[in-house]
């Protein structure tokens, strides 16, 4: 059974950073593409990052420039480097497959104030 567990959320000020991390345990065959999405009060989950297999990364319009994905396969983990955060960016953090196809994990809140 695959689980992630992400971590690093917290409350920040504005232009602030963070970095998230989603440990995973259990394997995925088949699968190497992974994603970052969140979710804010009141909105759908919102895919935010993704990361192939081979490294290439691809960013939601909202978060290009400011947010850095990146992966250490040798630890099963993906980073999510935030930067430059904004109130907007406000919400519960999530990674899984990119599309998602597994479980959601219990996902990371970050807070940025304003």
């Known amino acids: 059974q695959v689980q992630l567990v992400e971590s690093g959320g917290g409350l920040v000020q504005a232009g602030e950073s963070l970095r998230l991390s989603c440990a995973r345990s259990?394997?995925?065959?088949?699968?190497?593409?992974m994603g970052w999405y969140r979710q804010a009060p009141g909105n759908k989950r919102a895919w935010v990052a993704g990361i192939r297999g081979g490294g290439s990364t691809e960013y939601a319009d909202s978060v290009k420039g400011r947010f850095t994905i990146s992966r250490d396969n040798a630890k099963n983990t993906v980073y999510l480097q935030m930067s430059s955060l904004k109130p907007e960016d406000t919400a519960v953090y999530y990674c899984?497959?990119?599309?998602?196809?597994?479980?959601w994990g219990q996902g990371t809140q970050v807070t940025v104030s304003s």
């Open positions: 899984n497959t990119w599309p998602s196809r597994i479980p």
């Open positions: 259990g394997s995925i065959s088949g699968i190497s593409a």
